[in-house]
């Protein structure tokens, strides 16, 4: 999509950057060849999973950042008290627990987990005999070394406090993974798409966030949870992987948390990185989980005056921050609506242009469904409404009309399969379904429409998950093998053949 994404804006010089490192290793992906996450011309790109301990995937090297937070005993039993940096305040002879890798199955990796820390005391993993497996290869002081078999339940990290100096700077390296900041295995499967959307990281629905205070620092060592993962990892997953990142503001966040996560990108990203950027994500949802769009439609002002105004607001904040180092060309500002209703999505593009707010792309989810109550008959609407997107869903046209109007690009912020049991199917079809190769199918049918209708970039949601009630997923776990994963098999064959 180069020469498509930004030509709202003028091009600008490119300026060299200071590019800020953390001091872990990046482990940069190879350069990418010419087209990478590109199919057909139009950019594919995936939405993270929450980071959490109960989803399939470990994104960090470090198992402490996606631990649940400390407890004061086995699962949790109330929250420890910790200091401003996050680790535990403990007595001598006292413990704290962090739980990993829960109800997760035996997909966690096996190995050599490494733990590392400083002060006195102890550190060390714990878990029922039944549940998991868990032997010690080594320790001296500062340094364990345990050999981990997965079992039904993940485990704890344990840590006990000694008579001396206070135990700090805790780490549960995963198998093979010391001294890196993001696991291999997750960087080997995001690195293959052209954009990473983190509004799963930032927890942007429902968000609290208000100032630059509330925000979550990457020197924390847990960052599951509100506010969401540290912005700088989002940065830094991206320059790892050579993707552009599309990040999503709060919808509360005041102008000074917006102007300092603007900077904080410019200095943060490498050069050759486009950012994409939304307020907040489905302002038009208005279910208990989405409370932004609880306040973009509440209280005397219109939706149109009241998201327009904020969406508007902050496209000047970002363009103000990127146009004046020179970088207004690497900045995407983009305006979604609501795929379900061409009314909504006009409040929203024509709201933000009545405040003055400017922007490069328009879009909307590009879901498709299906029911049935059996595997065959699932699949074949799925097939069917993957080769006829958007169907007879006209309110998708308009959304694309309002882009062909602004003569911006039409981008999909959300796609993919959405069937749910039990409104659709049964918990068992859907199962089966998914695990199905026929799904392969369906999604390089899906690709190839999102294609044909004019879709600029297309971003699935999201990349590992449990087959629940939604399936969501494109694998089940992290380094699912490729021939039990139909969804993501269709997706990684699709770009490889560019």
């Known amino acids: 999509m180069t020469g498509k994404i930004g030509r709202k804006s003028c091009v600008l010089s490119v300026i060299v950057m200071v590019i800020l490192r953390p001091a872990l290793s990046l482990q940069a992906a190879e350069s990418p060849a010419d087209g990478k996450g590109r199919y057909r011309g139009m950019i594919v790109g995936m939405n993270t999973s929450w980071n959490t301990d109960w989803v399939p995937d470990f994104p960090f090297a470090d198992g402490v950042h996606d631990m649940r937070r400390w407890g004061k005993a086995h699962f949790q039993a109330g929250n420890a008290e910790v200091d401003a940096e996050g680790w535990p305040v403990l007595r001598p002879g006292k413990k704290a627990y962090g739980l990993m890798f829960w109800s997760i199955g035996p997909t966690y990796p096996a190995g050599e987990y490494v733990l590392t820390w400083q002060g006195s005391g102890d550190v060390s993993l714990s878990g029922q005999a039944s549940s998991v497996g868990l032997r010690a290869v080594s320790s001296q002081p500062g340094r364990k070394v345990v050999r981990v078999t997965p079992g039904n339940q993940g485990f704890h990290l344990v840590v006990q406090q000694g008579p001396g100096q206070r135990v700090t700077d805790i780490h549960c390296w995963l198998p093979g993974q010391e001294g890196r900041m993001f696991h291999a295995d997750y960087v080997a499967a995001m690195n293959r798409f052209g954009i990473i959307r983190f509004m799963n990281w930032g927890r942007v629905n429902s968000s609290e966030v208000v100032t630059w205070a509330d925000r979550r620092l990457p020197e924390e060592p847990i960052q599951i949870g509100r506010p969401g993962v540290a912005y700088e990892y989002m940065a830094w997953l991206a320059n790892t992987c050579q993707s552009d990142p599309w990040v999503c503001v709060p919808h509360l966040a005041d102008d000074d948390h917006i102007r300092r996560m603007a900077k904080l990108f410019l200095e943060e990203l490498d050069p050759g990185r486009k950012i994409y950027v939304e307020f907040s994500n489905e302002l038009w949802n208005t279910a208990p989980a989405f409370k932004q769009g609880q306040w973009a439609w509440s209280g005397p002002e219109t939706a149109r005056v009241k998201a327009g105004r904020a969406i508007a607001n902050n496209h000047k904040i970002w363009h103000e921050v990127w146009s004046q180092a020179g970088q207004r060309e690497r900045l995407v500002l983009c305006v979604m609506g609501q795929a379900g209703s061409g009314y909504v999505s006009r409040q929203f593009v024509y709201g933000t242009e009545e405040y003055g707010g400017p922007f490069d792309a328009i879009g909307c989810a590009g879901y498709f469904g299906s029911s049935g109550k059996t595997k065959g008959k699932l699949l074949e609407g799925m097939l069917k409404n993957a080769k006829s997107f958007p169907q007879s869903n006209l309110d998708v046209e308009e959304v694309k009309q309002l882009a062909d109007q602004f003569d911006v690009p039409f981008l999909v912020y959300e796609c993919g399969h959405h069937v749910e049991a039990p409104r659709q199917t049964t ?72």
Do not use: T, W
Not at 443 to 462: I, T
């Open 427 to 498: 918990a068992e079809v859907l199962k089966q379904a998914m695990r199905d190769d026929q799904m392969e199918e369906v999604y390089r049918a899906a690709l190839d429409r999102y294609a044909e209708y004019g879709c600029d970039a297309v971003v699935f949601f999201d990349y590992a998950n449990r087959i629940d009630e939604r399936a969501f997923g494109h694998v089940e776990y992290q380094g699912q093998p490729l021939s039990e994963a139909p969804k993501m098999r269709a997706i990684v064959e699709a770009l490889n053949e560019n």
